[in-house]
């Protein structure tokens, strides 16, 4: 139990669908973050939220979309993915965002499958 | 940024130690070291970090050269439950992002 939960744990979709992954924390954190961890590759960090303002944005296309509507919740939206796009998608979280020293604390993932 | 090279894999044999290497020849200064892991299907899981001396926790030991270009994760006596992906990491106040490489899988074998 790493105290950061994420829903579903598994998702398939088609490309035309719009679709939610929903994270939450309850560690009393400040800082929320998505990673993408694609089969055979590192994981990429995707976006950054520090007490409910996006302050990283790591190129992702716009059809992955953010939204953090409290230092506890952290989503991320999606609508008119690829292929490409399936992947492991992992939330994480830290005291702060500007403290190396706090360890992230991920949640297990949502395996993203689409058709 | 300062990059971590690991090896690809290891292998170690169940209730022995092992110790997994990791070079960082451009560390700098400010660098921190951290040790994620990552075990089949979950999420990664902080191990430890440190940036001088030695560290010890519950879960590992973390050794640091002297000239800091390279560090040791030991895990005291392994377990079947210790087969993950160790990762090392650097980062330091002002590049906070965690940058994860390919890390090393580890296999125990009973």
């Known amino acids: 139990e790493t105290g950061v939960t994420q829903t579903p744990r598994h998702l398939v979709m088609g490309m035309t669908n719009k679709k939610s992954l929903k994270c939450e924390q309850h560690?009393?954190?400040?800082?929320m973050y998505w990673y993408k961890q694609s089969a055979k590759k590192p994981l990429e960090l995707m976006f950054v939220?520090?007490?409910?303002?996006?302050?990283e944005n790591n190129s992702v296309p716009s059809r992955f979309s953010p939204e953090c509507p409290n230092s506890s919740h952290l989503f991320l939206h999606l609508h008119t993915l690829q292929p490409e796009d399936s992947a492991l998608y992992l939330c994480?979280?830290?005291?702060?965002?500007?403290?190396?020293?706090?360890?992230?604390?991920f949640g297990d993932g949502t395996r993203l499958s689409i058709l | 940024d300062a990059k971590t090279t690991q090896p690809n894999s290891m292998e170690s044999n169940e209730e022995e130690p092992v110790h997994l290497p990791c070079n960082h020849s451009?560390?700098?200064?400010?660098?921190?070291i951290h040790w994620y892991r990552q075990l089949p299907s979950q999420g990664p899981e902080y191990v430890i970090h440190?940036?001088?001396s030695n560290v010890n926790n519950r879960m590992a030991s973390l050794a640091i050269a002297e000239d800091r270009k390279s560090s040791t994760l030991i895990l005291h006596r392994a377990t079947l439950r210790d087969a993950a992906v160790y990762y090392c990491?650097?980062?330091?106040?002002?590049?906070?992002?965690?940058?994860f490489g390919t890390g090393t899988r580890l296999t125990i074998i009973p």
């Open positions: 994480a979280s830290s005291q702060s965002y500007r403290d190396i020293v706090r360890p992230q604390h």
């Open positions: 560690l009393g954190h400040n800082a």
């Open positions: 939220y520090s007490l409910e303002e996006r302050v």
């Open positions: 451009t560390i700098s200064g400010t660098d921190y």
């Open positions: 440190g940036l001088t």
């Open positions: 990491i650097l980062g330091n106040f002002g590049n906070e992002k965690l940058t």
